[in-house]
């Protein structure tokens, strides 16, 4: 089976950095993405990571290590409208290529 | 606004009604997605289209009804449908569905219906 963790809810100041951890174990690995969710909206694409390292995009940075089947999104110089759900999601095996496992989603509030 | 395009918004239906949900995207993607989204909790898949042909059923009820009539478009036929049935659908597509395909195939989602069962 697969297995995402996440933590349920974190909260930061703005202009503050937050690092949602996310741990994995699935059946394969081709890649992991975030996503972000607010509330009664779409989730939209934040960053892919299929090899090991750090992908900077802007105050988004993802990161993972496949050998400890981790990964995290750090978001600095938080502003109020980064308050929402963040979605980490693994695609496993390649005979299910299109499908993405969900973890549960991180609530991040930004507080003034 | 998203590029992927969905409706109705909104659609409240009874059980015994029949009604579909749409799903258009003009990104050139060969892989579209129906998903299940209840409060709170993280999208489900229910099934992968992949070059108009279904690839994935996630086990999913009969009485939902998928339908792919060419590669920009994406229905979802229901029927017959229980309260529990409530919640977002999402549809999104992406670049490719195969293996070896494209190598990001990030998915793109639209806003979704919000339907609820009377």
């Known amino acids: 089976g697969q297995n995402i963790d996440q933590p349920t809810e974190m909260t930061a100041t703005e202009g503050a950095i937050v690092q949602i951890n996310c741990t994995y174990q699935?059946?394969?690995?081709?890649?992991l993405f975030w996503y972000q969710q607010h509330a009664g909206e779409a989730p939209t694409f934040l960053s892919y990571?299929?090899?090991?390292g750090l992908e900077e995009k802007g105050r988004f940075s993802s990161f993972l290590s496949r050998s400890k089947g981790y990964s995290y999104l750090l978001l600095k110089e938080l502003q109020m409208k980064d308050s929402a759900s963040y979605l980490c999601a693994v695609r496993g095996k390649s005979d299910s290529w299109g499908k993405l496992q969900f973890g549960a989603g991180t609530q991040v509030v930004v507080t003034p | 606004d998203t590029e992927v395009t969905q409706t109705p918004k909104h659609l409240v239906m009874g059980m015994t009604n029949k009604k579909s949900l749409k799903c258009e995207q003009h990104m050139g993607h060969r892989a579209m997605y129906w998903y299940k989204q209840k409060a709170k909790k993280p999208p489900e898949l229910m099934f992968v289209?992949?070059?108009?042909?279904?690839?994935i059923n996630e086990s999913v009820p009969s009485r939902f009804s998928p339908e792919c009539p060419n590669s920009s478009l994406l229905n979802l036929h229901l029927h017959a449908l229980q309260p529990e049935d409530s919640a977002l659908y999402l549809c999104?597509?992406?670049?490719?569905?195969?293996?070896?395909?494209?190598?990001?195939?990030?998915?793109?989602f639209g806003d979704g219906t919000r339907l609820s069962i009377l």
């Open positions: 999104a597509s992406s670049q490719d569905s195969r293996p070896g395909g494209a190598q990001e195939g990030s998915q793109h």
């Open positions: 289209y992949s070059y108009e042909k279904l690839s």
């Open positions: 699935t059946s394969g690995f081709n890649g």
């Open positions: 990571n299929v090899l090991d």
